[in-house]
Structures are given as structure tokens and as C-alpha cells.
């Protein structure tokens, strides 16, 4: 969802002094078609976890939600119920983290406009405001070196998993602990015969919260730029 040239191409570079500051060269739908495709099974899972970090306005996120919601449909087309819950299970399963506070606003808004067209829902329903919840816990604005928030608090990440009938649950984790994990999993690693849910507790959990709750936590600020973020 790279916004457009003039000449009709996308618009891989916002400016060259944010691209000496940071990076910034957004990645063409193409080549981020083709990278997806490397992992092609786990992209057209509904609850596999993707995490970008440094996700910019989303190029990887949307494509990744498109494939998981073509994967709703084909499993869950017929049930409205259970589509509309499976495609904000999606959307939980999709994390990202991004320095700039444009490409923040413009990742989440990308993001709940797919989710609400395939939905056809708007600002005024529930599946459309716990979407808007969910991005705006998901996809943070952040430094995914410092491992801190743009308000200088350790990131963390909620677990979000489908209970069933209408009901979701979440748990946090700090983002630092996460990155462990993989240590952790190491053969011969000392820790290596414990569980996981040993050694990564998690900060906070939740009651289950069925998509109401979740709508209720909700601030739209502004319906016409869908500007997303938490109470
Ligand atoms: C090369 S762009 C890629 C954007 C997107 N992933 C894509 O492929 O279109 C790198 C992005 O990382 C962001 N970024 C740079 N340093 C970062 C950091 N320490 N933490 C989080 N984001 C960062 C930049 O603002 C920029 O949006």
C-alpha cells in the first residue's frame, strides 16, 4: 500500500533525508510478494505470528493480512460469525514496530481499511473499532533496537488467542523476553528441558474479552483519517 507516483508507480522513498536518517525505502509489492512466498504456508495460516520490525506504513503487514484473511474465507466463508472473529484472530497474529510516527499512523490505517472491506464494516461497529483496538496494541511505535517505546517504555506484545464462541484471550510479553526464546530452545542450553511457560511468564494477563470488550477500549480519534490508538 505504497502510495502512488505520479507517474502511477509506487512511491518507494517519502524523502532522501529520511532515507540518510533512517533507512526509509519502502519495498515493492512484488518483492515483498515474492519474499511472503518463501514462507507461503505460514503466511495463509490465520494464527501463525508475523512480526516486522521495521515495518514502515506496512507493505509486508497488508500483504501478510491479505493472505490470512483469503485463508478465512476459504475455511470460514460461510459462517458470518466465524468469519468476522477468525479475521480479527488474523489481525492479532500481525505485530510490528516502527520508529516514525507517520508510518505508524499510516501501517494501522492501512491495515483496518482491509480488514473492514473484506468485513464491510464501518467506524460505527464493534468489528471495526476492536480492529482499531488491536492495531493500535499491535503495530507500535517504538525503536526495535532499544527495545523501548516512543515514550520510553520497554515494548511489549499481547498474545492474543481464540477461545471459541465469541470469546479472546491475551496475555503480555515484554519484547526483550521474546527475543530470548530462541536461546532458550538451544540444545544442551541448561534451561533446555524446561517448558517455555517456565521460563516466559507473562507481564499481565486477561480476562477473556469477547469483540465488544474489545471495541470498548477503542479511541477512534478521527473517522476520516481512521487515526487509531489507545484510551
Ligand atoms: C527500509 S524501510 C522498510 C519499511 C517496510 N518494512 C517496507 O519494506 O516497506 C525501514 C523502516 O524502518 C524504520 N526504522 C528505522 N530504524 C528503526 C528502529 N530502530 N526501530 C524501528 N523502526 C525503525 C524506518 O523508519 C523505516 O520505516
Known amino acids: 500500500m505504497t502510495p502512488l507516483a505520479s507517474n502511477g508507480s509506487e512511491r518507494l522513498v517519502k524523502s532522501r533525508q529520511r532515507v540518510a536518517d533512517h533507512g526509509e525505502v519502502f519495498t515493492p509489492e512484488p518483492i515483498v510478494d515474492a519474499m511472503l512466498n518463501l514462507v507461503k504456508a505460514e503466511t495463509e495460516r490465520i494464527d501463525s505470528r508475523f512480526l516486522e520490525t521495521a515495518c514502515g506504513s506496512g507493505n509486508f503487514l497488508v500483504q501478510v493480512l491479505r493472505r490470512k484473511l483469503a485463508a478465512v474465507e476459504t475455511k470460514f466463508g460461510t459462517s458470518e460469525f466465524e468469519k468476522r ?26 491495515m483496518l481499511e482491509i480488514l473492514s472491506d473484506y468485513l464491510g464494516v464501518d467506524e460505527t461497529e464493534d468489528f471495526f473499532r476492536a480492529g482499531a483496538f ?98
Open 85 to 110: 472473529h477468525y479475521a480479527l484472530l488474523g489481525i492479532m497474529c500481525i505485530y510490528g514496530i516502527e520508529l516514525l510516527p507517520d508510518n505508524i499512523v499510516e501501517c494501522r490505517e492501512n
Open 134 to 231: 488491536v492495531l493500535s496494541q499491535n503495530i507500535v511505535h517504538g525503536d526495535a533496537l532499544t527495545m523501548l517505546t516512543s515514550d520510553g517504555q520497554p515494548i511489549a506484545f499481547a498474545e492474543w488467542g481464540y477461545l471459541g464462541k465469541g470469546k479472546f484471550q491475551r496475555r503480555d510479553f515484554l519484547f526483550d523476553t521474546l527475543t530470548q526464546s530462541a536461546a532458550f530452545s538451544v540444545e544442551g542450553n541448561l534451561f533446555a528441558d524446561l517448558g517455555m511457560h517456565e521460563i516466559f511468564k507473562p507481564l499481565k494477563s486477561y480476562a477473556a474479552m469477547s469483540v465488544s470488550d474489545l471495541a470498548s477500549l477503542a479511541v477512534v480519534k478521527s473517522v476520516a483519517t481512521l487515526t487509531t490508538d489507545t484510551a
